[in-house]
């Protein structure tokens, strides 16, 4: 079947946790929620594209990352943006959840990947990638580290611990 409702590319897709909906994100900048007998609606709209879009584990809340540097928290049912998170310079590229401890981290067109707590969106990590931007990110299966992937021909792993400020 065909899932309708963009007009635009659609470059991101995640499910609902009973696997019932199917979230779509847009270049158009809209997500759009589908339900099982092929209706749709628009769940939000964000006026610039939305290049990614994940489902946090164990709720309805959405992770996107956008073209205008963007990120945000989206409750699933209502739309509603529940956090903002801390915008990157360029594009949302990469986006990666981790369920315990709930964890979202982005990677941008700038070349910077933050990794926030999901609860209140607060920094906990940020890397810099010296040789451009990050196409690809997954979080460790305890959360301690994370590999990330851009312009290199090789993956990079990096450790997740809370960062000092340098004095």
């Known amino acids: 079947s065909v899932l309708a ?10 499910l609902s946790a009973d696997g019932g909906r199917v979230y779509t994100a847009s270049h158009d ?10 209706a749709h609606r628009p769940l939000y ?6 290049n990614v879009l994940e489902r946090l584990p164990g709720s309805e809340r959405l992770v996107f990352g956008a073209l205008d540097g963007a990120a ?17 310079d360029r594009p949302v590229l990469a986006l990666t959840v981790l369920a315990n401890p709930a964890l979202v981290a982005t990677g941008g067109a700038d070349g910077v990947i933050r990794v926030m707590r999901a ?4 920094l906990i990590a940020e890397h810099r ?12 299966r305890q959360g301690a580290g994370m590999y990330s992937g851009g ?12 960062q000092a400020p340098f004095t």
Do not use: C, M, Y
């Not at 990638?129 to 460790?140: E, Q, V």
């Open 29 to 38: 900048g809209s997500i759009v929620v589908h339900g099982r007998a092929g």
């Open 72 to 88: 945000g928290i989206l409750d699933g049912d209502s739309g509603e943006v529940a956090r903002k998170l801390q915008a990157h």
């Open 129 to 140: 990638n010296f040789s451009g931007p990050i196409w690809a990110l997954a979080f460790t």
């Open 151 to 162: 312009l290199d021909d090789f993956a990079a792993f990096r450790p997740v611990v809370p």
């Open 45 to 50: 709209r964000h006026g610039w594209g939305i």
């Open 119 to 122: 609860a209140d969106g607060a």
């Open 5 to 14: 409702g963009h007009r635009g590319a659609v470059n991101a897709a995640a």
